[in-house]
């Protein structure tokens, strides 16, 4: 029987807390890399991983938990550097000042780079078989790469100002946000060493909830307050970035959200029917959406 997200979520702050400064050689370096990666956040990415691992008949150890928390460092590497005077230019991230105001942009730009290489120190060095370690290095490294993350991220700033249509709006933020979350549930899989069928719907639960975490977060960036979110809201219109709002109206946005949740249930589906097992545990993360 699978978790609570919440007991997820404590089993990963407790393992960040207890480990990630065993792996830094210099204080302000660490002060700056746990700031943000201590800071809160709901640890979605890595609790769907350990979730997946459990739905699938997996045991969460050591290991598992070494390799799903990897992600973790990975995606606040990631917000880190999304937050510098270059990119978004942000001051606050989860009620709290952004890194690059805390430490300077200098520091807050080696603290991402530390994460991120720390991420695939901990994907890689863990005591998982060599074989599935590789499968991990191999699929995080396209989430986060130039063909993932790092392109949806270019697409990003490469279209600001220039209004995409619906499928190019997919496009961009099924690597900008949807790779990550992507990964996060096949890495599940590749942790339990699943067939290809059991793959492939891993992999389009992850793209469904994905859609729906960005149109979501698109959302309440124009109905929620900085002090709800912790962050600066009302930016997207501001900066003319292409969002679900902008494109399609709030109602329409909502429209594609429920879209979304309804293919993400069809996925779960699927999944009982293909592996034998309840995937119940997801309901709580699709309740996410509903809060």
Known sequence: MTKSVS???QQINDYLSHFVRRDIDQQTLSDAMTYSLMAGGKRLRPALTLATVEMLGGTIDQAVLKAACALELLHTYSLIHDDLPAMDN???RR???TNHVRFGAGMATLAGDGLLTLAFQWVSENGLPERTRLRLVQALSKAAGPAGMVAGQARDIHYTGTKLNLDQLRYLHRQKTGALLRYAVMAGGIITNQNQPIMKALEA?????GLAFQIYDD???VTSTPEQLGKATHKDAGENKNTYPSLLGLDGAKEQL?????SARQDQEQLNQLTGHSFAGYDEFLAYFKA
Do not use: M, R, V
């Not at 639960?205 to 909830?209: C, L, T």
């Not at 429920?258 to 309804?262: T, V």
């Open 95 to 97: 009620g709290k000042a």
């Open 90 to 92: 942000d001051p606050l």
């Open 258 to 262: 429920d879209k979304a949740l309804d």
């Open 7 to 9: 007991d997820y979520q």
């Open 205 to 209: 639960f992850g793209a469904s909830f």
């Open 219 to 221: 959302i309440l960036d």
